[in-house]
């Protein structure tokens, strides 16, 4: 047995000496991960057949991006207004969700209470925000959906910020906080 193992260990270090030379450089398996190609900053990179490195495929969808079909126009935003409605039924609803993520993208403006006194408006740092109970004012699910995905007026787009149930989620808080205004 000891000499089995004698054996062995013999082998296994004669085998590892034996690949290891000097005189020539090792064999790289995936050269250009050792040697990449340097690209300049701001550049364009592209490859030798043409295709540019930066630009995704034509046609491409981004993970966990999902397109919205209306479009950005007055006549988008009153298709919303009229058809848009909210894929969360009931139980899905979570206002207490709702109110964290207003407090956090929407209540420096339109106020915690959604009556249009957020703390921007009260330094006067922005102007025109009105509450969600003013009169002419017939806000749906789908044009909350509209104006957070878009933007409207000196409202920036809030797309980026909130995935698309986290929307939804504020849509609601922003529909119970005019029907508590109007109470």
């Known amino acids: 047995m000891k000499s089995l193992i004698k054996t062995l260990v013999l082998a296994v270090v004669l085998v590892s000496v034996s690949?290891?030379?000097d005189?020539?450089?090792?064999?790289?398996?995936?050269?250009n991960m050792y040697e990449s190609a340097g690209y300049e900053t701001y550049g364009e990179a592209a490859f030798p057949n043409g295709?540019?490195?930066?630009?995704?495929?034509?046609?491409t969808v981004?993970?966990?991006?999902?397109p919205f079909d209306i479009p950005n126009t007055t006549e988008g935003f009153m298709l919303a207004k009229e058809s848009l409605k909210s894929p969360l039924d009931a139980t899905q609803v979570d206002l207490v969700r709702g109110k964290e993520l207003y407090d956090i993208y929407c209540?420096?403006?339109?106020?915690?209470?959604?009556?249009?006194?957020?703390n921007l408006v009260k330094r006067e740092k922005i102007l025109g925000i009105p509450s969600y109970d003013d009169a002419g004012r017939a806000i749906?699910?789908?044009?909350t959906y509209h104006t957070i995905y878009y933007g409207k007026n000196a409202m920036g787009s809030?797309?980026?910020q909130l995935q698309e149930e986290e929307r939804w989620q504020?849509?609601?808080?922003?529909?119970?906080?005019?029907?508590?205004?109007?109470?």
Do not use: W
Request: proline residues 5%.
């Open 19 to 21: 690949c290891k030379k």
């Open 170 to 183: 504020v849509v609601a808080y922003v529909l119970k906080l005019k029907a508590d205004l109007e109470k």
């Open 23 to 31: 005189t020539a450089p090792n064999y790289q398996f995936m050269p």
């Open 158 to 160: 809030y797309a980026n």
């Open 107 to 118: 209540g420096i403006c339109h106020g915690n209470k959604g009556n249009g006194q957020g």
């Open 51 to 59: 295709v540019e490195a930066q630009l995704p495929a034509e046609g």
């Open 140 to 143: 749906t699910e789908g044009s």
């Open 62 to 66: 981004a993970r966990g991006f999902i």
